[in-house]
């Protein structure tokens, strides 16, 4: 299925139909493609939601104009170049060998590594997709009518959500940490964005730097994944103290419900980490609010993201 989409993307398939071209011949043109590879892949990512087939001819299915097509404004494809990149493909060749060992088989601690270079190939692929995720973040956390808020963005990536409370609340600042190469693309958001001027980088690892303090917010979005549970308390821990009293942690994370059989999107997740990390996992939230009280957090709280997967925790400190 990753190498279905990534090959769609890869081809601009959806553009082309997207623009009219719905047989196998004139997608065939269109794409540089043979007419029977054109028709297998097509027929492929309707097994799959992603397209229509009717009379022989294919058309975007429901959603896939807004998501998947390049011209529009939320175009959210470019995820594939991060999700089936070799660097994440070659663990899952090895899943036995990492059940096995409990972790990852991939050398140097795998995607862990200090200034991994599939952090910047993230950030850029990744963003339009977050980009989405950020402006629901700012809803629920109603950036538009907060205070003017200071708020650490950990492991910023791409910038993107940091960069949306700033957006809303247009008297944030925001201070980004990741490492330097990462936090380029993440100062490009900015940029863009209008708000470079209450933007700051904060460069090197989570795990080392001074975060400072008296933040208003500290946003841990996809990050304590990566970890196994000490390792998230001695993150928290540093979060907590970073935090103004009654200052709030805002975690974005893929938590399943407690059965961790579901939701699907959550659950499989953890399979993700097993190969890719030493330690890390898709943690519920009894879990992690068993960590965040052990890193001095009174309070927590879970929130749903719809229509994203993701769900928010709240913590107050």
């Given at each position: 299925?990753?190498?279905a989409f990534?090959?769609a ?9 997207g ?7 004139a997608l ?5 493609a043979?007419e ?15 397209l229509?087939r009717?009379?022989?001819r294919?058309a975007?299915?429901r ?22 990149s ?15 060992r ?22 850029r ?9 950020g ?17 650490l963005?950990?492991a ?20 980004a ?5 990462v ?7 900015a940029?863009?964005a209008g708000?470079i001027?209450?933007?700051?980088k904060l460069p090197?690892s ?16 996809n ?11 001695t993150?928290?821990?540093?979060v907590?103290r970073?935090l ?20 699907p999107?959550a ?18 939230f009894?879990e ?8 001095g957090?009174a ?7 719809p229509?994203?997967?993701?769900r928010?925790v709240i913590?107050?400190?």
């Amino acid at each position: 299925r990753s190498g279905a989409f990534k090959a769609a993307i890869d081809l601009d398939l959806f553009t082309a139909i997207g623009e009219g071209n719905d047989s196998t011949a004139a997608l065939a043109s269109r794409c540089r493609a043979a007419e029977r590879g054109i028709r297998v892949l097509c027929d492929t990512l309707a097994t799959m939601g992603l397209l229509t087939r009717k009379d022989g001819r294919y058309a975007l299915a429901r959603g896939a104009d807004a998501l998947l097509d390049r011209r529009s404004a939320t175009y959210v494809g470019s995820a594939a170049t991060f999700v089936a990149s070799p660097q994440l493909m070659e663990p899952f060749m090895r899943v036995a060998d990492a059940v096995r060992r409990g972790g990852t088989v991939i050398p140097d601690d795998g995607t862990l590594a200090a200034e991994h270079p599939i952090w910047v190939e993230f950030a850029r692929a990744m963003g339009p997709l977050a980009a989405l995720s950020g402006r629901l973040l700012a809803n629920l956390l109603r950036a538009d009518t907060a205070p003017p808020w200071k708020v650490l963005d950990i492991a910023a990536g791409h910038g993107e959500f940091g960069v949306a409370l700033a957006r809303v609340n247009r008297k944030a600042e925001i201070v980004a940490l990741d490492w330097p190469n990462v936090l380029a693309v993440a100062e490009e958001t900015a940029r863009k964005a209008g708000v470079i001027d209450r933007f700051r980088k904060l460069p090197g690892s989570a795990l080392n730097v001074d975060f400072g303090e008296g933040y208003d917010l500290v946003l841990v979005t996809n990050f304590l994944h990566h970890f196994d549970p000490a390792g998230c308390e001695t993150i928290l821990k540093k979060v907590h103290r970073a935090l103004k009293p009654a200052g709030r942690a805002v975690t974005l994370e893929f938590v399943p419900n407690e059965d961790r059989v579901s939701p699907p999107e959550a659950a499989t997740f953890s399979l993700v980490m097993l190969v890719t990390t030493p330690g890390g996992d898709a943690y519920t939230f009894r879990e992690l609010d068993h960590m965040m009280r052990s890193a001095g957090f009174a309070k927590n709280e879970l929130h749903e993201l719809p229509p994203a997967f993701h769900r928010v925790v709240i913590s107050t400190k």
